[in-house]
């Protein structure tokens, strides 16, 4: 079994909501990731969490702000949002940081 | 991470071989090539991977040159639902913490 589920699949907020988007995994993967991509454009890291701990944060602002409250659970809490930040939203998953990395079906964001 | 090159886009007929292939000549002795594929608004999908040695499982077979400076990602017998963007990604698994650097890919179309 290699599913990372992701929710809400869709998700459409004002710059002024706070949300949250949802990743989990049941592999036993240590290692969990969110990435983000634009339209026609290849995804691109956000963050990466190794043995429940964030490890990489690739410069990311501070209105995204993640969170990894078990080793199966990966949370995105979004406050202030601006509508360039509309994007596919991805998480993935690997045993470990060195190891392959699996991907859910993404959140399709949408800022108003 | 090694850097690669793929065209941004190639067709292929259905039943025929996909044979998409990838630069990556700065590649280190210690890079992995992988393959991913992305069918449109979904999930990058895992394919392959492979050190120096040519792989194979159920979905392609992966070729790489004896200098490794290249490779050759293989679809058998393609089908409509291999329509898709195949990223080809060199990547140090013990460096970047379990940074996965995508390019632009390659858009296969499989034509019936």
């Known amino acids: 079994d290699t599913e990372v589920t992701q929710t809400p699949k869709h998700l459409v907020m004002g710059m002024t909501n706070k949300k949250s988007l949802k990743c989990e995994q049941h592999?036993?993967?240590?290692?969990m990731y969110w990435y983000k991509q634009k339209a026609k454009k290849p995804p691109e890291l956000m963050f990466v969490?190794?043995?429940?701990?964030?490890?990489i944060n690739e410069s990311v602002p501070s209105r995204f702000s993640p969170e990894c409250p078990n080793s199966s659970l990966l949370n995105l809490h979004l406050h202030a949002l601006q509508p360039e930040d509309s994007a596919l939203y991805l998480c993935a998953s690997s045993q470990d940081p060195s190891d392959t990395q699996y991907f859910g079906p993404g959140t399709r964001l949408t800022v108003l | 991470d090694a850097k690669t090159t793929q065209p941004p886009s190639m067709d292929c007929a259905e039943g025929r071989a996909a044979n998409l292939p990838c630069n990556h000549s700065?590649?280190?002795?210690?890079?992995?090539v992988y393959w991913y594929r992305q069918i449109h608004s979904q999930g990058p999908q895992y394919i392959i991977h492979g050190l120096k040695n040519n792989e194979t499982n159920e979905m392609a077979s992966l070729i790489i040159t004896e200098d490794r400076k290249s490779s050759t990602l293989i679809l058998p017998h393609a089908t409509l639902r291999d329509t898709a963007v195949y990223y080809c990604?060199?990547?140090?698994?013990?460096?970047?913490?379990?940074?996965?650097?995508f390019g632009q890919g390659t858009e296969l179309s499989v034509k019936p």
């Open positions: 592999m036993g993967h240590r290692a």
């Open positions: 700065t590649i280190s002795g210690n890079e992995y």
């Open positions: 990604i060199v990547r140090a698994t013990y460096n970047q913490g379990g940074k996965l650097i």
């Open positions: 969490y190794s043995y429940e701990k964030l490890s």
